[in-house]
């Protein structure tokens, strides 16, 4: 790169050569080209050097190419006297133009400068803005990130924490009888019965917290694309009895009818992991519906290739707008307020586990109302299973699911 | 007297109310249970217990509303159950007139210890404030007319908002203030958010009161909620 006096001195080089150059292409023609052609010429010398390298090169341009003119060109040839006042026009012409087009070029230069420069501004504030702006974004993502670790936390110790405070308070109250502790009131007189009770509820709440872990292990299982099927090729109707037989404990309040499309093709899945969901649906069926109401257990031929399964209820039903959130993790309409009835709470992992089961599978699960608008119908959908797959063959199969 | 004493438990827990309702059975007192703050409120006009013992969050009609409801129609004691993360709306309850809170997890004996305490605060508390001129409650001794305070046969002289704050922690010894009661109480509402008078007036009583202001025996500090006092050291 030349610096800006290396450029000025170029400038005056060719300022020379070029007026050189045209006096010698010229002059040999003679007196067949009369004097303002020449100066014309000389002229568009001093433009070019003007415009090109400013005004002090086009200012030196114009007295050489006055003086070749008037030396070459002018009569009397050969001198550098000026007879006619004309030829004094022509000088003056010449400095003119060199002035005017060299300061004409400077003020250009200067304003591309100028633009360029300012440019140059916005684009370098353009970079910070948007800089600026994805930083806050950033951080805003983080903060709502936050915000929703935080919330899920606060589950899951409520969950963990319900528990512990029973296990806790009988263990105490135990404990106290054990050591006939009196401590300011009167001594503990546990009965057998109380006894009993307070082992039982220690018994049921650890259960409990380890449902809740398992839960906890699942889904971050699930979450991480680390759910591995074991898929079999089994029939529906197997699936169907074994959960039917493990919920028979909770089912016992309840009607269960079916409606089981005769000769079913065989589907390979991972049938404890699909009998999983269905205990879940079924679960959440007799949870949310009063005892003696009927509990309809559905499951069809669909699409090509594709088995329905479906547990419809006849109890409150969800509200639209909830059918899809109750399948996030940690959901749960009472605590989260929306459906504010003395139901039980469950621990808002259930749905969101057979979601990732369901969807591992390569099926979908959905919300809709029961029969006649009443209850709620959670419908699942299962592809029967690859057709490349041998049957009987068991592979373990990793998925990963994004949310 | 907190013997045969009634008490009322109200959580959604239906585990824990079974564990509460022999524990405390076991202990002499006469149970009941409620699932919620509604039925809670129902069983508590029908009932009169001499405690409530309530969660915070519950469906149809939480704790805090329950204390609200409560406390606008009697001075029953109210001991809040709560869990950590609760801590805002555990300040909102004390606000409104809970007395006490236990966090969860939490064994018998420390539920119990303030279940006698608050208790025996309500069977100390006289039927209606009548023109009350000494107050005398373990080692403080206080004359109102003459705004002299004696502790443990020491005299101390206090400034005005000092004898007034004093004046105020002994008549709720034992129970959980929050910043926002004291400072509505001593100083008025508008200086409800104004925490750090509270921190000078305290760190001041306590160096006169206090044999070591540093680890305080009389009035203790109750972390993010308040002070509780305790007039004996």
């Known amino acids: ?250 089912t016992k309040d309840h009607t269960i009818e079916f409606e089981i499309e005769s000769e079913l093709p065989v589907v390979r899945v991972d049938e404890r992991a699909v009998s999983e969901v269905v205990y879940t649906l079924i679960e959440n069926a007799t949870k949310y519906s009063p005892p003696g109401t009927v509990i309809r257990l559905i499951a069809q031929r669909a699409a090509e290739g594709v088995i329905r399964m479906a547990v419809e209820d006849q109890g409150p039903g969800i509200p639209s707008h909830l059918r899809k959130r109750v399948f996030d993790k940690f959901f749960r309409a009472i605590r989260d307020g929306d459906i504010g009835k003395d139901e039980p709470s469950g621990s808002g992992m259930g749905l969101a586990i057979a979601k990732g089961i369901i969807e591992a599978h390569g099926g979908e699960i959905w919300i809709e109302p029961g029969t006649d608008d009443k209850g709620v119908r959670v419908v699942f959908t299962l592809p029967i299973g690859d057709d490349e797959a041998e049957p009987m063959r068991t592979r373990v199969q990793r998925v990963t699911l994004t949310k | 007297m907190t013997e045969g004493a009634r008490i009322l438990v109200v959580d959604d827990e239906p585990q824990l109310t079974r564990v509460l309702r022999t524990g405390l059975k076991s202990r002499g007192y006469d149970v009941r249970v409620a699932a919620d703050g509604l039925s809670g409120f129902e069983i508590f006009n029908d009932w009169h217990p001499n405690l409530v013992i309530t969660d915070l969050a519950m469906p149809n009609m939480d704790g805090l509303e329950l204390c609200r409801r409560l406390r606008s129609i009697s001075q029953v004691p109210i001991i809040i159950l709560s869990a950590k993360g609760e801590e805002r709306i555990k300040v909102e309850a004390l606000d409104v007139g809970a007395d006490d809170f236990v966090t969860k997890p939490f064994g018998i004996d420390e539920l119990l210890a303030r279940l006698r305490a608050a208790l025996r605060r309500s069977a100390l508390q006289p039927p209606t404030q009548t023109t009350q001129t000494v107050l005398d409650s373990g080692d403080f001794h206080v004359d109102l007319e003459t705004r002299s305070v004696t502790v443990a046969g020491k005299e101390v002289h206090l400034t005005p908002k000092e004898f007034d704050l004093l004046v105020y922690f002994i008549k709720h010894s034992g129970k959980v203030l929050t910043h926002r009661t004291l400072l509505a109480a001593v100083w008025g509402g508008d200086y409800v958010e104004q925490d750090q008078y509270l921190r000078v007036f305290v760190g001041n009583l306590r160096k006169k009161l206090e044999n070591n202001p540093a680890s305080p025996r009389y009035i203790l500090t109750e972390p993010w909620v308040g002070y509780r006092f305790d007039p004996i050291e």
């Open chain 1, 1 to 250: 790169m030349l610096s800006d006096h290396d450029q000025k001195w170029i400038g005056y080089v060719v300022a020379g050569i070029s007026v050189a150059l045209t006096t010698t292409v010229l002059k040999p023609l003679g007196t067949h080209i009369n004097a303002t052609t020449v100066a014309l010429a000389l002229l568009l010398n001093v433009l070019f050097i003007a415009t090109r390298w400013g005004s002090l090169p086009a200012l030196f341009a114009s007295v050489v190419a006055m003086l070749c003119f008037n030396f070459f060109f002018l009569p009397p040839f050969g001198t550098l006297t000026i007879a006619a006042p004309d030829n004094w026009i022509a000088l003056t012409a010449f400095l003119a133009t060199a002035i005017t087009a060299g300061q004409l070029s400077a003020r250009a230069k200067r304003r591309a400068e100028e633009a360029e420069s300012g440019r140059q501004e916005i684009e370098r504030l353009y970079a910070e803005l948007r800089d600026a702006f994805e930083r806050a974004s950033h951080a805003e993502a983080l903060r709502q990130s936050e915000k929703l670790k935080s919330a899920l936390l606060d589950a899951v110790t409520h969950d963990l924490r319900t528990p512990l405070t029973s296990i806790k308070a009988s263990i105490t109250t135990l404990l106290d009888e054990a050591k006939e502790r009196f401590d300011g009131d009167a001594p503990v007189i546990l009965d057998h019965e109380s006894r009993i009770e307070m082992m039982e509820v220690i018994d049921q709440e650890s259960d409990r917290l380890n449902r809740f872990i398992g839960g906890l292990i699942e889904l971050a299982r699930i979450e991480a694309g680390e759910l591995q099927l074991r898929r079999h090729w089994g029939s529906i109707d197997d699936i169907l009895s074994t959960t039917l037989e493990r919920a028979a404990t909770i």
